[in-house]
């Protein structure tokens, strides 16, 4: 599969210049059409009974699994299928074993999901948050080491951040949460689909990522990777019937049974996927994450690593060429897809999107903790013209508002 031909997967492209993946993408037709495809059951049941088809639909999504661990080469046991990263990021606040008085590390630029579990916890629990601080956007691993205490026991961070495209350096991060003991919690959905993380190679114990933004599902579904060492250290939260062990001769059989008592000793599936709710799923959500895993997969991550660096080289060297700033670091360790840029001012950076937007060019403005402008997404639909066009309405802009400040004769 090549780049240009992935293109005709995404018709959206036809009608605009989309550069806002890191937002909620746009959807592969696979995708869609693997939805629809679900839909066509719920309109039909073409199983020869109800309860075949909720068997067929669970089989179609339990597809996403496997396929979400390969992505991250993790095992198919260490993924638990999710509505969204908050979901996982939750139920990853909730696991993890915190007494008043532990200390949680969190990032100041990150989006506000990235804390907002843990201020609960702060709020309710008594568990105490200390805040890293970035330097000139940068997160530095010996910034996170001192505000390490002996009651420190987890790191939560978002591998790429959300509103200027920093990639904090994992494995290093990695290092120091395994050498002084502390859970590592991270949020990739900022970076999946761009560029790809090996849980093998970088040891992570829970990692959260919805579907919607690099993965381009089309919605409601992500995962949670749960590294398996680790699950026996965990709290586990409350329990479905779909993570009760399947008994012998399979679901159908069992509700058949007419002595089946409901108060009785359970056991529970082993793996990530206790951890998912266990009742009648967001199957299209699923099945639309399974269908998007492939192409990702198909296409290979590595390959689509390299493209999209090299339009953010592209994207970059243009903005430079118009003397307009790069927030996003540089180097191509510390980025992934997103590149931002800035005019100097909010109200000038607010002016520039709304004049992309109104040339169908979609960006995005965003900014936390004095950190970010207008977020540019290069994705693996993206291509040289999408980024000539984002430049050429930039330069434009530029000189519109040089003849509106030039004083008049
Ligand atoms: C870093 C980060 N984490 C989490 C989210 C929210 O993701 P979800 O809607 O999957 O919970 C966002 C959305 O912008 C984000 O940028």
Same mark, same amino acid.
């Given at each position: 599969?090549?780049?240009?031909?992935?293109?005709?997967?995404?018709?959206?492209?036809?009608?605009?210049?989309?550069?806002?993946?890191?937002?909620?993408?746009?959807?592969?037709?696979?995708?869609?059409?693997?939805?629809?495809?679900?839909?066509?059951?719920?309109?039909?049941?073409?199983?020869?009974?109800?309860?075949?088809?909720?068997?067929?639909?669970?089989?179609?999504?339990?597809?996403?699994?496997?396929?979400?661990?390969?992505?991250?080469?993790?095992?198919?046991?260490?993924?638990?299928?999710?509505?969204?990263?908050?979901?996982?990021?939750?139920?990853?606040?909730?696991?993890?074993?915190?007494?008043?008085?532990?200390?949680?590390?969190?990032?100041?630029?990150?989006?506000?999901?990235?804390?907002?579990?843990?201020?609960?916890?702060?709020?309710?629990?008594?568990?105490?948050?200390?805040?890293?601080?970035?330097?000139?956007?940068?997160?530095?691993?010996?910034?996170?080491?001192?505000?390490?205490?002996?009651?420190?026991?987890?790191?939560?961070?978002?591998?790429?951040?959300?509103?200027?495209?920093?990639?904090?350096?994992?494995?290093?991060?990695?290092?120091?949460?395994?050498?002084?003991?502390?859970?590592?919690?991270?949020?990739?959905?900022?970076?999946?689909?761009?560029?790809?993380?090996?849980?093998?190679?970088? +040891?992570?114990?829970?990692?959260?990522?919805?579907?919607?933004?690099?993965? =381009?599902?089309?919605?409601?579904?992500?995962?949670?990777?749960?590294?398996?060492?680790?699950?026996?250290?965990?709290?586990?939260?409350?329990?479905?019937?779909?993570?009760?062990?399947?008994?012998?001769?399979?679901?159908?059989?069992?509700?058949?049974?007419?002595?089946?008592? +409901?108060?009785?000793?359970?056991?529970?599936?082993?793996?990530?996927?206790?951890?998912?709710?266990?009742?009648?799923?967001?199957?299209?959500?699923?099945?639309?994450?399974?269908?998007?895993?492939?192409?990702?997969?198909?296409?290979?991550?590595?390959?689509?690593?390299?493209?999209?660096?090299?339009?953010?080289?592209?994207?970059?060297?243009?903005?430079?060429?118009?003397?307009?700033?790069?927030?996003?670091?540089?180097?191509?360790?510390?980025?992934?897809?997103?590149?931002?840029?800035?005019?100097?001012?909010?109200?000038? =950076?607010?002016?520039?999107?709304?004049?992309?937007?109104?040339?169908?060019?979609?960006?995005?403005?965003?900014?936390?903790?004095?950190?970010?402008?207008?977020?540019?997404?290069?994705?693996?639909? =993206? =291509?040289?013209?999408?980024?000539?066009?984002?430049?050429?309405?930039?330069?434009?802009?530029?000189?519109?508002?040089?003849?509106?400040?030039?004083?008049?004769?």
């Amino acid at each position: 599969m090549n780049f240009e031909s992935i293109r005709d997967e995404f018709p959206a492209l036809r009608e605009k210049t989309f550069l806002d993946a890191a937002c909620v993408s746009i959807a592969p037709r696979s995708a869609v059409a693997a939805v629809q495809e679900f839909l066509e059951r719920a309109l039909t049941c073409p199983e020869p009974s109800a309860t075949r088809n909720h068997i067929a639909m669970d089989e179609l999504r339990a597809a996403a699994r496997p396929l979400a661990a390969q992505l991250i080469n993790a095992r198919e046991d260490e993924v638990a299928l999710v509505e969204s990263t908050s979901q996982g990021l939750a139920i990853a606040a909730q696991a993890v074993p915190l007494a008043a008085g532990d200390r949680v590390l969190v990032a100041a630029p990150e989006f506000m999901e990235v804390a907002i579990p843990w201020c609960q916890l702060r709020d309710r629990e008594g568990i105490e948050l200390a805040v890293v601080p970035h330097r000139d956007g940068k997160l530095f691993v010996d910034e996170f080491a001192a505000l390490m205490t002996d009651r420190t026991r987890l790191v939560v961070v978002s591998s790429v951040q959300w509103s200027h495209g920093y990639r904090i350096d994992l494995n290093a991060l990695s290092a120091l949460c395994r050498a002084r003991g502390v859970w590592l919690v991270v949020d990739a959905i900022q970076q999946l689909g761009a560029v790809p993380i090996d849980v093998q190679a970088t +040891p992570i114990d829970l990692l959260a990522c919805g579907g919607h933004k690099w993965l =381009n599902a089309p919605f409601g579904c992500g995962f949670l990777y749960i590294r398996r060492d680790r699950m026996q250290d965990l709290r586990p939260p409350m329990a479905g019937y779909l993570a009760v062990e399947t008994p012998e001769g399979g679901w159908g059989n069992y509700f058949q049974t007419p002595s089946i008592q +409901p108060v009785r000793d359970y056991h529970y599936v082993e793996g990530a996927r206790r951890y998912e709710a266990g009742g009648t799923a967001n199957y299209p959500g699923a099945i639309g994450l399974a269908a998007s895993l492939r192409m990702f997969l198909e296409a290979g991550q590595e390959r689509i690593a390299e493209h999209v660096w090299t339009l953010g080289e592209k994207l970059m060297t243009g903005l430079d060429r118009l003397g307009i700033s790069v927030s996003t670091p540089r180097e191509r360790a510390e980025r992934a897809g997103i590149v931002t840029f800035s005019l100097g001012s909010p109200e000038q =950076n607010a002016a520039i999107v709304e004049h992309l937007l109104a040339r169908r060019i979609l960006v995005s403005l965003r900014y936390t903790a004095g950190i970010g402008g207008v977020r540019v997404a290069c994705h693996l639909f =993206n =291509n040289d013209s999408d980024i000539g066009r984002l430049l050429e309405a930039a330069g434009e802009f530029q000189r519109g508002a040089a003849r509106s400040s030039a004083p008049r004769p």
